[in-house]
């Protein structure tokens, strides 16, 4: 059997949406992440845009910072990397929600 | 508080490899133990990159490796160092590791975490999921004697809490256990499970049946101090990247891109081309060893696992499940201690840190203090694999008409090319064998 890859074939790189649509995540509806907008705009840093593996934090126009909590690996790395402080209030989400890594 | 009051002897907070190893600790020695976690099962949460060594298992589970749900037996072990566009890689292969009782195995962590969880139910221990724990409860007098939980009336008590509530463990920080909590100390595991064909798997890599590979790299991440890996499960590769977070977060390639550039290396990408993304997905890692950890004990709680930073990355050894599986088993045995003396304080179940320091689980980090930061510092990842590449290019590339040169002037030549003062050189090997040595 022939498993060589034609040099001009390599993989297609996935859109960030099919990327993310790999994993499950149960949706509830309390935000377990609360980004203060206000100390976003104040930041010119943006640790979080660049660092994020789920991509959650998206610049706006106005300066500030658009936040989605539903495809979070909760892994805790904005929190982290966050230089303003209080800007990130990071819990986990309700029992059973959130990311769901599969069985096989 | 009366021994009626309470829910169980022990609570155990996470159900990963630390919590269930508690949990089965604790119920094989005839305590109550409630496992709680906040999952919908066993391992729903949990993320690494791909190989678990499971040798401390022989105390609690004989035969493990009749039961466990492993991917591949790990046959070679192989580091690569990259530069731009070469590489130097140390291969070791035993096919011994690929018989019983084996050395390590690539393992999909919903599936290991969830069996190690059965097994803590199969002792005894009673696993509640989907329920997470907002914080310890207290006493008057600051003890802790139980947690909270996002259920309705959802407070359990518990003369012993063990804290196996992973990297960002709330639990630990919220009794205080943390003085301060450093960006710098944390990387950040991304990784992408690609599917292929056994045939495929088994031919790219040179094994066959249940054997298997785990490669780790050092360079390859885009400048980010960290690493890379590749594992092979049955009929899927992991390849991924751990990186350091300040690092990661003050240039401008995001994760997955570290990882693409990774799969577009020219040494890597004849691997894992073809296949196709089945999962993504990203962990925190607490990679600073022993500078970092937390004080282990306090009155009513000890904390396990990632929770207490156990995770051992340096460099050649890159382990953290066996860490967090032996430190929840003595965790659980100090549990049982404490309560047949009916001494739950800090004093009462000091005996967890004699265990530590008496076994691998500190021993190991102790003599390693050093290592995780020279194994992340600019030398070693940005000025070393391009040296050491330079060198095994300059021994085996045949320039002639010119003669051979000898292997003390390449040293001496590409190690000024690379800009490495023979001092830093000296102190860095020096670090590195107090530590390895």
């Not at chain 2, 919590?19 to 066993?42: D, K, N, Y």
């Not at chain 2, 070469?86 to 962590?109: E, F, K, L, M, Q």
């Not at chain 2, 694999?385 to 000898?406: E, H, Q």
Request: with cysteine; glycine share 10%; net charge negative.
């Amino acid at each position: 059997m022939d498993h060589r890859i034609d040099r001009d074939t390599t993989w297609p790189e996935i859109s960030f949406e099919e990327r993310i649509g790999t994993a499950e995540f149960r949706i509830h509806e309390r935000a377990h992440i609360v980004v203060d907008g206000d100390a976003c705009r104040g930041c010119s840093t943006r640790e979080c845009v660049v660092a994020c593996p789920a991509n959650l934090f998206v610049p706006t126009s106005d300066g500030g910072i658009l936040f989605n909590y539903e495809n979070c690996f909760e892994c805790g790395t904005c929190y982290l990397v966050c230089n303003k402080e209080g800007a990130i209030s990071w819990t986990y989400p309700e029992g059973g929600f959130g990311i769901v890594f599969h069985r096989t | 508080m009366a021994m009626s009051d309470f829910d169980a002897d022990v609570i155990v907070v996470g159900a990963g490899p630390a919590g269930s190893c508690a949990a089965i600790a604790a119920a094989r020695a005839g305590r109550s133990v409630i496992l709680l976690e906040r999952g919908p099962f066993a391992g729903s949460k949990n993320m690494y990159g791909g190989v678990v060594y499971p040798r401390i298992l022989d105390e609690l589970i004989p035969e493990w490796w009749t039961t466990a749900p492993v991917q591949r037996w790990v046959v070679r072990r192989s580091t690569m160092i990259l530069s731009e566009t070469s590489s130097v890689t140390i291969d070791y292969r035993s096919d011994d590791w690929g018989r019983p009782p084996h050395n390590g195995a690539t393992a999909y962590r919903p599936d290991f975490d969830h069996w190690l969880a059965g097994e803590a139910v199969a002792a005894g221990a009673r696993l509640v999921c989907s329920t997470t724990v907002t914080g310890p409860l207290r006493d008057e007098r600051g003890r802790v004697v139980g947690v909270r939980t996002d259920r309705p009336d959802g407070d359990l008590r518990a003369p012993v809490v063990i804290a196996c509530d992973g990297v960002n463990s709330f639990l630990a920080k919220e009794a205080g256990l943390y003085h301060a909590t450093d960006p710098s100390n944390f990387t950040l595991g991304v990784k992408e499970t690609l599917a292929f064909d056994r045939a495929t798997i088994e031919e790219r890599f040179n094994v066959r049946d249940d054997d298997g590979v785990d490669i780790e790299i050092l360079g390859g991440t885009a400048g980010v101090s960290g690493g890379g890996f590749i594992y092979t499960n049955r009929d899927t590769v992991s390849i991924g990247c751990v990186l350091k977070l300040p690092k990661l977060a003050a240039q401008s390639k995001r994760p997955e891109e570290i990882i693409a550039g990774l799969k577009a290396h020219p040494s890597i990408a004849p691997l894992v081309e073809g296949g196709r993304v089945i999962e993504y997905s990203a962990h925190v890692i607490p990679e600073a060893g022993l500078s970092m950890m937390p004080t282990m004990v306090t009155d009513g709680m000890l904390v396990a696992g990632d929770a207490a930073a156990l995770c051992l990355a340096a460099g050649i050894w890159l382990e953290g499940v066996n860490f967090a599986m032996a430190s929840g088993m003595y965790a659980g045995r100090a549990a049982v201690s404490a309560l047949e003396k009916n001494d739950p304080s800090a004093r009462g179940l000091s005996g967890y840190t004699d265990l530590l320091e008496s076994t691998f689980v500190l021993k190991d980090h102790r003599r390693l203090r050093r290592i995780p930061e020279l194994v992340l510092s600019d030398r070693v990842q940005h000025r070393y694999p391009a040296f050491v590449t330079s060198v095994v290019d300059r021994l085996f590339r045949v320039d002639n008409p010119r003669p051979k040169p000898g292997l003390r002037r390449i040293v001496r030549e590409e190690r000024k090319r690379a800009g490495i003062r023979l001092r830093d050189l000296l102190r860095d090997g020096w670090t590195g064998m107090r530590g390895f040595g």
